[in-house]
């Protein structure tokens, strides 16, 4: 998978699950959001991913990696509340975005390989 096509699913799962979290709860937090802007704000640097641009990229990645962060809380929480969907649905977005920055730095790691080699078969 490409790291482009792993941060779009991610940022899909931020927005669907986030909403799902704020909408489906009885008491809705304005917490439950923060995915969701997450996952927008990645879902917007999505063509600059793909077009593989490198600012763009270490942006997604440092947002990626910021939501991972952040959903430590959240899972905690849902833990202490024996809330087993809340679980289930922060354990998907831990996952997503934990396979996000996998093929992020995949990817960076194959274009550091091809850099060197290039610059050996061009010496």
């Known amino acids: 998978m490409k790291a482009h096509t792993a941060s779009l699913i991610n940022a899909l799962i931020l927005i669907g699950f986030g909403l799902w979290a704020y909408f489906g709860s009885e008491t809705p ?3 439950a959001l923060i995915p969701v802007v997450f996952g927008v704000v990645i879902l917007s640097l999505y063509k600059g991913v793909k077009k593989e641009d490198k600012i763009v990229a270490h942006i997604a990645v440092l ?3 910021l ?3 952040g959903l430590v809380k959240p899972l905690t929480a849902a833990i202490d509340r024996q809330d087993g969907l ?3 649905r922060v354990s998907v977005m831990i996952v997503s975005t934990v396979v996000a920055l996998f ?8 274009v550091r390989k091809a850099r060197a ?4 078969e061009g010496a």
Request: hydrophobic fraction near 60%; glycine fraction near 4%; charge should be positive.
């Open 63 to 65: 947002l990626t990696l």
């Open 86 to 88: 809340a679980i289930a």
């Open 103 to 110: 093929f992020f730095i995949k990817s960076f790691v194959d």
């Open 67 to 69: 939501i991972l962060g």
């Open 117 to 120: 080699a290039k610059a050996t």
């Open 29 to 31: 937090s304005k917490t």
